[in-house]
């Protein structure tokens, strides 16, 4: 879940005080395209401080935000990073550089790094950065912190032996095995700010009072309505010219889980940023765009993969053959064309292309009616009962019509599939209950493989689909104390073929995530504080800071 193609190579992050630079050029352009080509901007505007935006989300994130235990999707991680600054940050091409960390040096094999934080950054409440409190997040994600508790992170962080302070600004993180990819994970998605100290020992509220070191701070949050944000005028990053980021004085998010009622909040004028992944409301946006009317910014870079997730652990789909029955009775040539509308690229597996463990052909079988078929009636052999399952969805109208044609490609082998919607946090929660047979799920944002490692492992709380597979677990294993990038890219493409050949889940399409905007540039911001360019996929979110109202 957290993007790092370079996070393998034996090489230490180190970054230089250098100030952000304003990443400029023409909005618009094709989902492959980098950062400075399709970031907002002119090559001869300059950002005049000032403004506001009003941003739609796709979703609210009720839970709140104390990261630490939050649960955070698309939405919940995009206004996490306006409010919440995270120790590294992405590259434009997957590698790691640094945020709050000026360095993140590791040891010969991989078993301790050392944190350097840079100097003279301070919380929303004026309280300063310091190891102390790094540390003390460090330890609140992976369970060692007595005034938080967290669900899922303490698993994610479960190789880390221990974390010291070394002097007021170092902390050392010791690992139990070597782990090439602890840079990546102190990003986790964008998930993994820091927060401050008085939020952190928060015990009654530390879900809506938000202290971190973020661009912005938050003003007021009205559960379904709107998170009001403004700017902090603190904040630690300037961009080339030496103008204070950000740019904006506020930002307002409102949740749209209903697509089509978004784009309608955007075409009206009621929010003037969004961000989607629906190909109705792409084709919309790509018109709105060439006649001049808004900038739109695509990515298919780093995607997530759209698929079925089937649950491992209960019937029907412990049994292989029911798995595979399902499988290749979805035409996801008629899903894309039909739903899609040929706007998106059809999944071979969990890493898209371009990203290490990357295969064209994984072994994933083909639609075939006849095969099908035959895998249903084995199915019912092996199990005393016809395949049927219930699939759990989104009620968002572009879900709702795919597993409505997957129900309806089901019929046709004699599968009967039941439909049933739920909004995303109740999703998340059945995923983590266990107590259903099908999800329509969107995970797995690429870059860094070993990202994926609690997604999969046997176990874990986090391997929602609850398969228990040794020669996955070996693998996992293996990936993540490699530091060879071409022996890790041989371990990740067996990996690979292995989903393809158990279908543990049904894979639809790679999401390609779009922010479109009315008179606000910017989406992708400065460049990092190294100088790198920003990292180009939006599935993970993008900065605010440099966010500008067009003059």
Not at 40 to 68: D, K, N, R, W
Not at 459 to 483: Q, T
């Amino acid at each position: 879940m957290t993007p790092d193609s370079g996070m393998i190579r034996k090489v230490a992050i180190v970054m230089i005080a250098a100030v952000a630079v304003l990443a400029t050029a023409c909005g618009g352009g094709s989902g492959s395209e980098d950062p400075s080509a399709s970031g907002g901007g002119s090559e001869t505007e300059v950002p005049t401080p000032g403004g506001e935006a009003v941003y739609g989300l796709e979703a609210e994130t009720s839970g709140g935000y104390c990261l630490a235990e939050a649960q955070l999707a698309a939405s919940g991680i995009q206004v996490a990073r306006s409010v919440y600054d995270t120790l590294t940050i992405p590259d434009n091409q997957g590698n790691f550089t640094g945020s709050l960390a000026e360095s993140v040096t590791p040891n010969a094999d991989y078993t301790q790094w050392t944190v350097k934080l840079r100097p003279g950054i301070t919380f929303h409440d004026g309280s300063p950065l310091d190891a102390q409190v790094v540390k003390n997040n460090i330890d609140a994600y992976r369970g060692t912190y007595p005034a938080r508790s967290p669900l899922l992170f303490r698993f994610v962080f479960e190789p880390i032996a221990d974390v010291s302070v070394a002097d007021p600004s170092t902390v050392v993180i010791t690992t139990k095995t070597p782990w090439p990819g602890l840079p990546a994970a102190l990003f986790q998605s964008g998930r993994m700010g820091i927060m401050g100290q008085a939020q952190l020992d928060d015990t009654e509220t530390c879900d809506t009072k938000l202290i971190g070191t973020g661009p912005f701070q938050l003003q007021d949050w009205k559960v379904n309505d709107s998170f009001v944000a403004v700017k902090n005028p603190n904040y630690w990053q300037k961009d080339a010219a030496g103008t204070q980021l950000p740019y904006l004085d506020k930002i307002t998010f409102k949740p749209y889980p209903d697509g089509i009622a978004r784009l309608n909040a955007f075409n009206s004028g009621e929010i003037n940023v969004m961000h989607t992944s629906g190909a109705e409301d792409l084709l919309d946006l790509r018109d709105q765009r060439d006649s001049g009317e808004i900038e739109l910014v695509e990515s298919d870079q780093f995607a997530e993969v759209s698929y079925g997730m089937l649950n491992a652990s209960k019937p029907p789909f412990n049994n292989r053959n029911c798995r595979l029955a399902a499988a290749t009775a979805v035409d996801r040539n008629e899903i894309n064309k039909i739903i899609n509308l040929d706007v998106l690229t059809m999944a071979s597996g969990p890493f898209g292309k371009g990203d290490v463990g990357y295969l064209e052909n994984s072994g994933y079988p083909e639609f075939d009616l006849e095969k099908a078929k035959e895998y249903a009636a084995l199915c019912q052999q092996e199990t005393g009962a016809p395949l049927e399952f219930t699939l759990v969805s989104t009620p968002d109208p572009g879900v709702v019509k795919t597993v409505q044609l997957i129900q309806q490609q089901a019929e046709k082998i004699g599968a009967k599939v039941n439909l049933k919607q739920v909004e995303q946090a109740a999703l998340i929660n059945t995923a983590l209950g266990g107590d259903w047979q099908a999800l329509s799920w969107r995970n797995h944002p690429g870059g860094n493989p070993d990202g994926q490692y609690n997604w999969w492992k046997s176990g874990s709380p986090v391997n929602f689909g609850k398969f228990s597979d040794p020669e996955i677990d070996r693998l996992l294993d293996a990936g993540r104390a490699e530091p060879d990038q071409a022996k890790a890219a041989a371990i990740y493409e067996e990996i690979n073929r292995r989903f393809g050949s158990e279908v543990y889940n049904i894979w639809l399409n790679w999401t390609q995530w779009n922010v479109a905007s009315k008179g606000i540039s910017g989406v992708y911001g400065p460049n990092n504080p190294d100088g790198s360019e920003p990292f180009p996929g939006l599935a993970t979110g993008h900065p605010v800071l440099g966010l500008y109202k067009k003059n």
